[in-house]
Structure formats: structure tokens, C-alpha cells
């Protein structure tokens, strides 16, 4: 089954993605389920699996946030309870297995995206060897060979913060059966692979620019 598993909705604060066009485009560009997983904030996942039910979407939606720990961002899916920013990446660690949730490390070594930098010494199911808005091969690639040499599963994620890009790169997962908690568990044993193509640059610039001007707006609002 194809998942991807990195993915922003309204609830960031660089993302205008409603619910109900993600749930649409997920379908539409062949994804059997998604992650959302917005900045600092569980609510965005959590609403969004709850949308999917109301209006009966087949896509299997999983809870998830991409915390900023004080050395880059971590994911973590089947989030339960807000994990605080500004933790140590171990101690980041450490709240989300105290959720029973899965830890994947996203765009490690793209730095201007806050990647953590490293891999190694982490406690971690995963790393997004893939991810769509990397504007070089440079990133992925290292990510990709440091995952090979320390035997982490790997998997792709799209860092979609517009409805029409998800599923740009995704995870093949080997599930048994369509629940989150059973392609939690497939990501735990390791049953995935990466695969997908690259954001056009037009989309990330138009990105960028949205996500500037939506937290302008919000600093006026509270001014």
C-alpha cells in the first residue's frame, strides 16, 4: 500500500490545505493513506482522520506532528498528546515512545529545513530517504546512503503543503490489513521502501511565498 507519510494542513502555520482537499488529492494522485503531520500541533492529524470518516473516505489518515526538537524536526506518527518544541532530540524521542508512537526522521541533512544533521545514536523506527521539496538530489541521496549503512527503514514523504502535491513521493508499506495501527507496526518492522518524483520548483517557490504571507496576517492579527 502507498502512503505519504509527511504531510502539512491549515493547522501549520506555512500551510492554507484544507482537510477535505488533502483527503480529495490523496485519492486522486493513488495513495491508500497519508500522515498529517503539522508543525508542533496534533490537532490538524487528529481532525483530519475524524473528516475522513464523516464523509467516508477509504483513505487510511494517521495522527501525526513534525515536532521541532532543538536540533531539527522530528516526525512522529500515532501522536496521541502534544509533544512540546525545544526538546532535545532524545528527549523528543523518549515523549513519543511513551505514546507507543513511531519516530521517523524527515529531510535529515537538508538544513535550511531545520534537518537534524545525523542519524546516528538515534532511536528512531525510520528516515525519509525521499522527500519531494528538496531542491537538489544532495539532501535525499545522503540520506538515503547514511540509512543503508545503519539498517533504518526508509521511506518518502511528500512535505506537501499544497492539497495538490501529496503523494508527489511516498512510502510502499507491506501491510496486513487497512489500519493505522497495522501500517504503524509495518513501518516498525521495517516493511517499506521509498519512491515518487520531486516538487516542481514552481510549487515550492508559490509555497514559500503563501507561508510568509499566512504568518505576516497572523502577527497583524495579534498586534
Request: glycine share 10%.
Amino acid at each position: 500500500m502507498r502512503f505519504d507519510l509527511h504531510v502539512h494542513s491549515f493547522f501549520s502555520k506555512d500551510s492554507n490545505a484544507s482537510h477535505d482537499d488533502i483527503l480529495k488529492y490523496a485519492s486522486r494522485n493513488g495513495l491508500d493513506g497519508f500522515a498529517i503531520c503539522d508543525h508542533d500541533s496534533i490537532e490538524g492529524g487528529i481532525k483530519c482522520a475524524k473528516r475522513a470518516q464523516e464523509i467516508g473516505s477509504k483513505q487510511i489518515v494517521i495522527p501525526g506532528v513534525e515536532v521541532s526538537s532543538s536540533k531539527g524536526h522530528i516526525l512522529v506518527l500515532g501522536v496521541k498528546e502534544r509533544i512540546e518544541p525545544g526538546l532535545s532530540p532524545e528527549e523528543t524521542i523518549k515523549r513519543a515512545r511513551e505514546q507507543g508512537a513511531v519516530v521517523i526522521i524527515p529531510h535529515p541533512f537538508k538544513i535550511t529545513s531545520h534537518g537534524i544533521g545525523y542519524l546516528n545514536g538515534l532511536d528512531i523506527d525510520a528516515v525519509e530517504v525521499l522527500n519531494s521539496r528538496c531542491m537538489t538530489q544532495g539532501p535525499n541521496e545522503r540520506a538515503r546512503k547514511e540509512a543503508e549503512k545503519l539498517g533504518l527503514a526508509q521511506v518518502g514523504g511528500s512535505d506537501a503543503h499544497e492539497a495538490e502535491m501529496v503523494g508527489r513521493t511516498y512510502a510502499e508499506i507491506d501491510v496486513s490489513e487497512r489500519s493505522v495501527e497495522a501500517v504503524l507496526d509495518a513501518i516498525r518492522a521495517g516493511r517499506t521502501s521509498a519512491g515518487g518524483s520531486m516538487t516542481p520548483a514552481s510549487f515550492v517557490v508559490k509555497q514559500m511565498f503563501a507561508g510568509h504571507l499566512k504568518k505576516a496576517k497572523s502577527r497583524l492579527r495579534k498586534h
